[in-house]
T-cell receptor, first 113, second 111 residues
C-alpha cells in the first residue's frame, strides 16, 4: 500500500486553465504538505496543513489554494495556470508538526503549454 | 534556519564506501541534522537523522563532530541503485514547514 499517494502523476494543460492535484495519506499523520520542485531541482515548501490549521507560505501566489476535507487528504488547486507553474509537485506528510521526518508521495509532473 | 553547503556531485564505484559531507556553520542549539535521498522520478526519502556524535541504521551512518558545524553521511558499499540526490537538512525538529531542501549532492555510482 502506498503511504502517500497523489494523482495525477502526469498532467499537461494549457495556460489559463484551472487544475487540481489530489493527495491522500494512509499513515495516520496529522500534518500534510505540498512541495514544489522546479527544473533546477530545488525543493521548496508551499503549504503546511496540520489538522484544521493551514500555514501558508507567503511566497506562493494566491492562484494556488490547498484544500483539506480531512486530515488524510490535502488537495492542491491551481487557478489560471502559467508557464512558470510547470514543475513537479510533491505531497508529503509527517506524524505531527514537531516531526522532522517527512514522507513524500511520488510527485505530480505538471507541464503548462 | 541554518544554511547548508554540500558538494554538487560525487562519483563512486560499486562496492566503495561513500562519504558526503555537509557544512552547517551556523547550526543552532535546537537544530537536528537530517538526510534525505531522492531517486529520479520519485519523492525524497528519509535516510537518517542525528543531533550529535554518531548515528547508524540499516541504510547509512551519520557522523557529527563535537562542534556540529558539519556532518558526514556515510554509505557503506554502494551499489548502482544508490545513484540519487542526497539532501542535508538542518533545522529545529518542528516540522516540515521549516524544512528547506538545498540543491543536494548528486551521487553517481558506476559499475
Amino acid at each position: 500500500d502506498t503511504a502517500v499517494s497523489q494523482t495525477p502523476k502526469y498532467l499537461v494543460t494549457q495556460m489559463g486553465n484551472d487544475k487540481s492535484i489530489k493527495c491522500e495519506q494512509n499513515l495516520g499523520h496529522d500534518t500534510m504538505y505540498w512541495y514544489k520542485q522546479d527544473s533546477k531541482k530545488f525543493l521548496k515548501i508551499m503549504f503546511s496543513y496540520n489538522n484544521k490549521e493551514l500555514i501558508i507560505n507567503e511566497t506562493v501566489p494566491n492562484r494556488f489554494s490547498p484544500k483539506s476535507p480531512d486530515k488524510a487528504h490535502l488537495n492542491l488547486h491551481i487557478n489560471s495556470l502559467e508557464l512558470g507553474d510547470s514543475a513537479v509537485y510533491f505531497c508529503a506528510s509527517s506524524p505531527r508538526t514537531g516531526s522532522h521526518t517527512i514522507y513524500f508521495g511520488e510527485g505530480s509532473w505538471l507541464t503548462v503549454v | 534556519l541554518a544554511k547548508t553547503t554540500q558538494p554538487i556531485s560525487m562519483d563512486s564505484y560499486e562496492g566503495q564506501e561513500v562519504n558526503i559531507t555537509c557544512s552547517h556553520n551556523n547550526i543552532a542549539t535546537n537544530d537536528y541534522i537530517t538526510w534525505y535521498q531522492q531517486f529520479p522520478s520519485q519523492g525524497p526519502r528519509f535516510i537518517i537523522q542525528g543531533y550529535k556524535t554518531k548515528v547508524t541504521n540499516e541504510v547509512a551512518s551519520l557522523f557529527i563532530p563535537a562542534d556540529r558545524k558539519s556532518s558526514t553521511l556515510s554509505l557503506p558499499r554502494v551499489s548502482l541503485s544508490d545513484t540519487a540526490v542526497y539532501y542535508c537538512l538542518v533545522g529545529e525538529n518542528t516540522g516540515g514547514f521549516k524544512t528547506i531542501f538545498g540543491a543536494g549532492t548528486r551521487l553517481f555510482v558506476k559499475a
